[in-house]
């Protein structure tokens, strides 16, 4: 008797652990209906939290040409926003959990995201700590990409959004290092070199820029590389200094040069002080020469500066900026000589 009572009690816990993965991970793991439901587990709907040790996947194909959309109605997973090393929700760009990652989430953020392609394919991961409630997704179909981050921002794994040329720099950005992963395709040779953005919306390395070939595709990395702006294109580091060409000799005719400053992470602003010595032809009613600083985004600009005053120290905000210098056919001056240090 007892000892049959000790099998019955074994056979219990047994019953009760080994829950059948497919019971754990809902019954269905292929959809294709126009839209559906995926919840994290089979008894999200009678109130239960999510379970340890758990792996499922679910695959989501879209017709032919259209994209897979997901949104979530609750998203409540352990972690925070920044690491998901506990429990996550990982999207894959392909059928399979072999295809490019989109992203790990956790925690409670989880913004609109689609594939970029026919399938998207959902791995969801527990460990053997703290459970939480789970998930409930809407997918449906789309006939265009969606990510929730502005153009030209990327999207990190936790849904953080940073500037894309933070990408593949060698520093870790979003705080999953998501922005440094999967750079096989923007690989940059040095961090902190700086990046350059096509007119595409592709990130290329600073260091192709100018390079006599077309590493965008559209030639944009090609365009204002006039040898005689000299080799101090582009400016990385803390400080530096940057002159009209050969300073202070008298500056070439018809030239238009743009140079690049790119802080370390981390910096707040440039400070760009101006040498007294400062000479650019002022054509008074007209625009002929000039020295312009903006961010590198060609925003927040300052100048045009022309003239024998040099202009007073001014910051840029954020850590890339460019500075541009023109000349035109007419007479000329010396020019300008400028240093840029990092702030903060
Ligand atoms: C399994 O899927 C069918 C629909 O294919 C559904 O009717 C049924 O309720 C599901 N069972 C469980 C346990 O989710
Ligand atoms: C897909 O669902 C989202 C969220 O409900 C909705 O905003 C979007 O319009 C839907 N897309 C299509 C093509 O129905
Ligand atoms: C000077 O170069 C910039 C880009 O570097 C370009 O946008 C601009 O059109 C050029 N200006 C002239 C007059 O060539
Ligand atoms: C400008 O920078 C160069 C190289 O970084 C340096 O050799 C030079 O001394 C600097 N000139 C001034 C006036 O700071």
């Not at 920044?82 to 996550?88: A, T």
């Not at 001014?314 to 020019?335: W, Y």
Request: glycine share 10%; net charge negative; charged share 15%.
């Amino acid at each position: 008797m007892f000892w049959s009572c000790i099998f019955l009690l074994l056979v219990a816990v047994a019953t009760a652990s080994i829950v059948p993965r497919s019971h754990q991970c809902g019954n269905q793991s292929f959809f294709t209906a126009e839209n559906g439901i995926i919840r994290s587990h089979a008894g999200y709907d009678v109130g239960h939290d999510y379970g340890k040790n758990w792996d499922c996947v679910w695959t989501i194909e879209a017709p032919e040409g259209k994209f897979v959309e997901l949104v979530a109605n609750t998203f409540h997973l352990e972690g925070s926003g920044v690491s998901c090393s506990y429990d996550y929700l990982e999207l894959f760009d392909g059928d399979s959990t072999n295809d490019n990652s989109i992203g790990k989430f956790c925690g409670s953020a989880f913004a609109p995201i689609s594939s970029t392609q026919q399938f998207l394919t959902l791995n969801f991961v527990t460990d053997g700590s703290h459970t939480f409630r789970g998930f409930e997704l809407f997918y449906n179909f789309t006939d265009h990409v969606i990510r929730t981050c502005l153009s030209g921002q990327f999207t990190c794994s936790n849904t953080i959004c940073v500037p894309g040329s933070y990408r593949c720099d060698g520093a870790d950005d979003c705080g999953d290092d998501s922005d440094e992963k999967n750079c096989q395709s923007v690989t940059f040779p040095t961090q902190e070199i700086g990046t350059f953005q096509c007119a595409n919306g592709k990130y290329i390395s600073g260091r192709w820029q100018c390079d006599g070939d077309n590493d965008c595709g559209d030639g944009s990395d090609e365009i204002g590389c006039d040898p005689a702006c000299g080799q101090n294109i582009f400016n990385t580091g803390i400080t530096g200094n940057i002159s009209s060409p050969n300073f202070p000799y008298t500056y070439p005719a018809n030239v238009n040069c743009t140079y690049h400053v790119t802080a370390p992470k981390g910096t707040q602003g440039i400070l760009f002080t101006f040498d007294n010595r400062f000479d650019i032809e002022d054509c008074r009613y007209q625009l002929c020469d000039f020295v312009t600083v903006s961010n590198a985004h060609g925003t927040n600009i300052h100048g045009p500066f022309r003239g024998q005053t040099a202009p007073s120290p001014f910051e840029i905000l954020g850590r890339v900026a460019d500075v541009r210098f023109k000349s035109d056919s007419g007479t000329d001056g010396r020019g300008f000589m400028l240093t840029w240090s990092a702030i903060g």
